[in-house]
């Protein structure tokens, strides 16, 4: 009974699982890559979950078919793939932007530990 509970629901429970790991990353660690790293992971996460959200059984892509008429049922919704993909490109984007920043603030401050960083502006002003 409950094993047929968990195999059924498998892809979310390992949705849940990447979620737990990147909200740990984001909150408990002390260095920003590792924060930066539980972000990407959180957000593969996301990613995960729409496109499992979008799963269909017994569809087609979404390509109009002779055979399936203009059923809508017959075809799979391309919106959460386009929305996960611009998500993608987003995602990969921030992750960028965050590691150049991640690299002004290790020759400013010599560290990506968070407390070093925070004590040592606290002594310069």
């Known amino acids: 009974m409950i094993t ?3 195999l059924g629901r498998y892809p979310f429970l390992f ?3 990447l979620l737990v790991i990147g909200v740990y ?3 408990m660690k002390r260095n920003f890559l590792k924060k930066v790293i539980g ?3 959180f957000q593969t996460a996301i990613y995960l979950f729409f496109i499992q959200g979008a799963k269909k059984t017994g569809a087609s892509i979404p390509v ?3 055979d399936l008429g203009s059923a809508s049922d017959a075809y799979m919704n391309p919106l959460p793939h386009v929305l996960v ?3 993608i490109v987003v995602g990969v984007a921030i992750t960028g932007v965050a590691i150049s920043l991640l690299l002004v603030i290790y020759r400013r401050f010599g560290t ?3 407390a070093r960083i925070l004590e040592q502006m606290r002594e310069s002003a």
Do not use: N, Q, R
Request: no cysteine.
């Open 25 to 27: 990353g984001m909150m």
């Open 4 to 6: 047929d509970f968990f």
């Open 112 to 114: 990506l530990d968070e």
């Open 15 to 17: 949705i849940a699982l």
């Open 85 to 87: 993909l611009t998500a």
């Open 64 to 66: 109009y078919s002779v």
């Open 39 to 41: 972000m990407t992971i």
